[in-house]
């Protein structure tokens, strides 16, 4: 099976382009260092050619709700386009947990703006949400940090080890298009001040538990699973 990832080479592309070769598939990795832009659309339609499934884990620095609204919405729309035209069979896309419980968080609008477009294009898709990576912690502590502590309500996240959300995309994107929405957590959901304690036990930082949510999160609950989904096979 000929599969395009787009955003080959970030941190999800890596090692999903690496496992579905090593399962057989040929992959066209979708970046700018190989000669594909999915913001302008140049080099893409070439690149889709004889490409049966396309996997979006596309990914922005972009936290202001308008930009990576037009990012994720952009990009998604342009690959929509480029696909119908290729023939291409399946589109894959990578979302987070209760993004849409979260809007107040500029990035998860975008992702949610990104799954609408899916939703609302012509080409047969599969969405996978994942909760934050276990690998992400540390930066979620980054964003957090206010005059060197690190403040943090008691906002549940369940985090999942990145090789168990790169598992499901491969599985997702060589199976059938489902027309719904997967999602995907860790074993666990630990409040978001415990997670940081532990995380940055090390840290000279210290971390302060705050009223209200985090993350833009709506409720305590907003950024876990509320119904049926997925377990990692694997702790953090």
């Keep these: 099976m000929r599969i395009f990832v787009a955003g080959g080479r970030g941190q999800v592309g890596v090692p999903l382009a690496d496992l579905l070769r090593s399962q057989g598939h040929e992959v066209v990795v979708g970046s700018r260092a190989d000669g594909v832009d999915v913001l302008t659309g140049a080099g893409l339609g070439a690149a889709l050619a004889g490409v049966e499934v396309v996997v979006d884990v596309l990914n922005t620095t972009e936290t202001e709700a308008g930009a990576a609204t037009a990012f994720f919405r952009g990009t998604t729309e342009r690959l929509l ?4 035209s290729a023939g291409v069979r399946h589109h894959v896309l990578l979302s987070i947990v209760g993004a849409d419980r979260a809007l107040a968080n500029g990035y998860y609008a975008g992702k949610v703006a990104g799954e609408d477009a899916v939703r609302g294009g012509d080409v047969p898709f599969s969405i996978v949400r994942a909760t934050q990576f276990v690998e992400f912690v540390p930066t979620l502590a980054d964003w957090l940090t206010v005059d060197g502590a690190v403040l943090a309500a008691r906002t549940l996240l369940q985090p999942v080890p990145l090789a168990d959300v790169v598992d499901l995309l491969a599985r997702t994107a060589t199976g059938r298009p489902s027309g719904t929405t997967t999602d995907l957590a860790g074993p666990q959901a630990v409040p978001l001040d415990e997670l940081l304690r532990r995380a ?8 302060r538990t705050v009223q209200g949510q985090s993350l833009g999160a709506e409720s305590t609950d907003a950024l876990v699973p509320l119904g049926e989904h997925l377990t990692g096979s694997r702790r953090g």
């Excluded at 386009?81 to 119908?84: I, V």
């Excluded at 940055?200 to 971390?207: F, G, I, S, Y």
């Design 81 to 84: 386009a480029a696909e119908q």
């Design 200 to 207: 940055l036990a090390d840290d000279p930082r210290e971390v």
